[in-house]
Nanobody, 124 residues
Framework: QLQLVESGGGLVQPGGSLRLSCVASGFTLDYYAAGWFRQAPGKEREGVSCISSSGSSTNYAASVKGRFTISRDNAKNTVYLQMNSLKPEDTAVYYC?????????????????WGQGTQVTVSS
């Protein structure tokens, strides 16, 4: 059974940092691009960042560019999202997802395996 499990969310003050992790089980992440998405209350889900199967190529939403960094460790079947300089508008449930390596993942499309999400709250 393919499964993605996120962790690392929590409550942080504005300007703070969090590191999200996403561990895959039931399949080898090597052949998949991975992405982080988020959904705030009352808003549609949006793509935050994505990374190629090898880790050599990444993409970021304009709202997080320069503050967030996506990375992966295929040996650990894990994808990370380092979030710095967090803002209240970053508050959302963050989801990890995987897409076939040869899909349109860089446009935040074709993600068909999803985790259950982890809550990130940025508030003073």
């Amino acid at each position: 059974q393919l499964q993605l499990v996120e962790s690392g969310g929590g409550l942080v003050q504005p300007g703070g940092s969090l590191r999200l992790s996403c561990v895959a089980s039931g399949f080898t992440l090597d052949y998949y691009a991975a992405g982080w998405f988020r959904q705030a209350p009352g808003k549609e889900r949006e793509g935050v960042s994505c990374i190629s199967s090898s880790g050599s190529s990444t993409n970021y939403a304009a709202s997080v560019k320069g503050r967030f960094t996506i990375s992966r460790d295929n040996a650990k079947n894990t994808v990370y999202l380092q979030m710095n300089s967090l803002k209240p508008e970053d508050t959302a449930v963050y989801y990890c997802a995987a897409a076939p390596y040869d899909s349109s993942w860089s446009d935040f499309l074709d993600f068909d395996n999803w985790g259950q999400g982890t809550q990130v709250t940025v508030s003073s």
